[in-house]
C-alpha cells in the first residue's frame, strides 16, 4: 500500500510521515519545494506538485492507495482542497483521511474553519472511503513562542478565559496513521482534543512551573494582540485568526465527554498532557539557553 502525504514537511505531515514509516508504510510525500523534498528521510519518494495548480497533481497521485490531505490556512485553501479531492477520484485513490478542525457549533464564521466545509462535502461526496478529523488548538503552535516565554516571561497567545481542550501534534498524527492504516474508522468526522481545558491564564501558570521564571498571561485585549503581529504576519492571515480568537475568547473550545471517547478507540492510548508537553519543551529551551550562555 502506497499513502501519499500531501503537507508531509509541514508541522503535522511531518510527523504522519515519520510514524507511517516506521510502521513500513510506502510513503509519497507531495511537495512545491524541490529543495524541501530532497531532505526527505531514505525510503520516501518526494513528488512534486502544487494545488494552486491542478494540472500538477495526477502525476503526484499516481499510484497512490490511500491520502492524507492536509492542505495549508491560505486565501485559497477551497480550491485546493477541491483539487486534491478530484485529483484523488481520478487517480481511483481508496481512502482518505482530512485534516479539517474543531468545528463547534457557531465557528464556521471563522475564514479558515468554514474553508473545510466544502472540502469535507466533496469527501464525503466523492465515493472514496474516509476519515474526517478536527484537531483543537495545537500545543505546537507555541514553540513560535520561545523567546516571549523565556525572555519576557509572557504568554501572547490570546484564547481568553473560558478555555480549549488544546491536543498534540503527535495525537493528531496518531489519528491519521491508525485512519490510514486500520479499518472500521471509514465513513466518520472524528474530533481530537487534549484531556484538559485550558485558559490562558492555566498556560501561563504551566510554563511558569518549568520554565524558571514567572509567565504572565498577555490578556484578552485583540487590539494589542493585532498591532504585536501585524509586522510578521500576512494581513489576511490577521484577519482570519481575530476572528478566531475572538471566538475563543467569547465560546471556548472545550471537548465534550462523548467526543474525547470517540477520539481514544482511535487514538489508541490516552491523549497526552499540555503539561507534560510544556515540561518537554521547557527543559529544552533551557538547555539552550545555558549553551548560548
Keep these: 500500500m502506497k499513502t501519499l502525504v500531501i503537507g508531509c514537511t509541514g508541522t503535522v ?3 504522519v510521515m515519520k510514524k507511517l514509516a516506521a510502521q513500513g508504510v510506502s510513503i509519497l510525500c507531495m511537495s ?20 494552486d495548480n491542478p494540472g500538477t497533481l495526477a502525476p503526484a497521485f499516481s499510484g497512490a492507495d490511500s491520502v492524507f490531505l492536509l492542505v495549508p490556512v491560505s486565501p485559497n485553501e477551497t480550491t485546493q482542497g477541491l483539487a486534491a479531492v478530484q485529483a484523488a477520484k481520478a487517480a481511483r485513490v481508496k481512502k482518505i483521511v482530512y485534516l479539517s478542525v474543531s468545528m463547534p457549533e457557531g465557528s464556521t464564521h471563522i475564514p479558515h474553519f468554514g474553508s473545510k466545509i466544502p472540502v469535507e462535502n466533496a469527501i464525503k461526496e466523492s465515493g472514496i472511503a474516509y476519515t474526517i478529523l478536527r484537531p483543537n488548538n495545537f500545543f505546537q503552535n507555541d514553540l513560535a ?25 503527535r495525537d493528531i498524527a496518531d489519528c491519521a496513521v491508525n485512519a490510514l492504516t486500520k ?64 471566538f475563543y475568547q467569547d465560546h471556548g ?3 465534550v465527554a462523548a467526543d474525547l471517547e470517540k477520539e481514544q478507540k482511535l487514538l489508541g492510548h490516552k491523549p497526552r498532557r499540555f503539561e507534560d508537553f510544556a515540561k518537554e519543551i521547557a527543559g529544552g529551551w533551557k538547555e539552550e539557553l545555558a549553551r548560548a550562555a
Excluded: C
Design 145 to 169: 513562542l520561545k523567546d516571549q516565554i523565556m525572555q519576557y516571561g509572557l504568554y501572547l497567545l490570546p484564547i481568553g478565559s473560558i478555555g480549549l481542550n488544546r491536543v498534540d501534534v
Design 32 to 51: 512545491r519545494s524541490s529543495d524541501k523534498l530532497r531532505q526527505l528521510p531514505t525510503g520516501v519518494e518526494g513528488r512534486i506538485a502544487d494545488l
Design 13 to 15: 505531515g511531518s510527523v
Design 183 to 246: 479499518r472500521g474508522f471509514e465513513g466518520q468526522t472524528i474530533a481530537i482534543h487534549g484531556p484538559d481545558t485550558l485558559t490562558g491564564n492555566d498556560i501561563a501558570r504551566i510554563y511558569s512551573r518549568y520554565v524558571g521564571r514567572d509567565v504572565r498571561y498577555g490578556g484578552n485585549d485583540l487590539d494589542v494582540w493585532v498591532r504585536r503581529v501585524r509586522n510578521v504576519m500576512p494581513e489576511w492571515k490577521v484577519r482570519d485568526y481575530r476572528v478566531m480568537y475572538k
Design 253 to 255: 473550545m472545550a471537548a
